[in-house]
């Protein structure tokens, strides 16, 4: 059977999973970032070996299962607890960021896709929107390499935010409300919005959290988006089948419908929760052994500087929009 050749790979990348998880509980880190590097230090198990069958199907559909059930961490009713105008801001941010993504990465001569994912990861929910986006990117050689640049460039940003933020907001004298949003709005992982939030207040982190889910709800439009983008060029880029709607954004927009309409117990969506996070970081601990460690260091600081302009960017207009809220 298939899921034999695939099971040392699958173990593996649970293994590295359990050990990151433990690192982050204990030093305080993300968990995504531990796996990522984890992943990166065990990549000698991934050619020529019988773990390399497995490892590509976590970093592949158990992705796809965990980018799926974070439908279950939305409803419809969260857009209208925040109201009008700070949904459309979020929506102007997320667009806006993906936009500038793209023109920077042209400007700093790296390609367009590149920018998109980036822009994604910024503007949306960080490691999550980073995987769930290349996961419908088409195939190209560097697509790992950039995938990785992504969550880790993202995660560590998230990770300066969330100890630096809350400081900006008490020094910029915000009020909770404005500074719940300033956290929830620009913050990349949701991890660190937690974090930062209720370093705050309970009452901050509530609502910084549910400004955060919000973004994260925006993740299957643009995704979709980007597939529309994708046949339409088809054409003009290859003799390729174009992609079809992958059945992990099928599942997030059916389960966040669910959550909307029914009152599903708390057992049900934290067990999801918990289920779609584990998931996630066992995949980015397999997309670290599927890596190249010297393509990584080939690239030098001009992703960098694009995650860095596009977070500043994100935080920049958020800031200067909070007075009209």
Request: net charge neutral; aromatic share 6%.
């Amino acid at each position: 059977m298939h899921i034999k050749t695939k099971l040392p790979g699958i173990f593996i990348s649970v293994i590295v999973g359990l050990a990151a998880l433990f690192l982050s509980e204990h030093y305080g880190a993300p968990a995504m970032l531990f796996a990522l590097l984890l992943g990166i230090a065990m990549s000698f198990l991934y050619e020529g070996t019988t773990c390399k069958e497995g490892i590509e199907f976590t970093a592949c559909h158990i992705l796809r299962v965990g980018v799926g059930l974070l439908g279950l961490r939305i409803a419809f009713g969260d857009l209208a607890a925040l109201g009008w105008q700070t949904a459309l801001l979020l929506v102007v941010a997320i667009v806006s960021t993906i936009g500038l993504g793209i023109v920077l990465a042209k400007a700093l001569g790296l390609q367009k896709r590149f920018g998109v994912l980036t822009g994604g990861a910024v503007g949306i929910c960080g490691a999550s929107a980073a995987m769930a986006i290349a996961a419908v990117m088409p195939e190209s050689k560097d697509k790992d390499r950039d995938t990785l640049l992504t969550i880790v460039g993202v995660t560590a940003l998230s990770t300066v935010a969330m100890v630096m933020y809350p400081i900006l907001a008490e020094l910029l004298n915000l009020d909770p409300t404005h500074t719940s949003i300033f956290l929830g709005g620009t913050i990349h992982d949701v991890a660190q919005v937690v974090g930062a939030g209720y370093s705050v207040s309970e009452q901050t982190g509530d609502l910084a959290t549910l400004t955060k889910l919000v973004r994260v709800a925006f993740l299957m439009p643009v995704v979709v988006c980007i597939l529309l983008v994708l046949r339409m060029n088809m054409d003009k880029t290859s003799d390729a089948k174009p992609p079809g709607i992958p059945a992990f954004l099928i599942a997030f927009v059916v389960l966040m419908t669910i959550n909307s309409l029914v009152d599903l117990p708390e057992v049900v969506t934290q067990g999801a929760t918990d289920i779609s996070r584990f998931a996630l970081v066992i995949s980015i601990a397999a997309i670290g052994m599927k890596s190249n460690l010297g393509q990584l260091l080939e690239v030098g600081l001009k992703p960098i500087l694009l995650l860095l302009l596009e977070t500043l960017w994100i935080a920049g207009l958020i800031l200067l929009s909070l007075p009209y809220i």
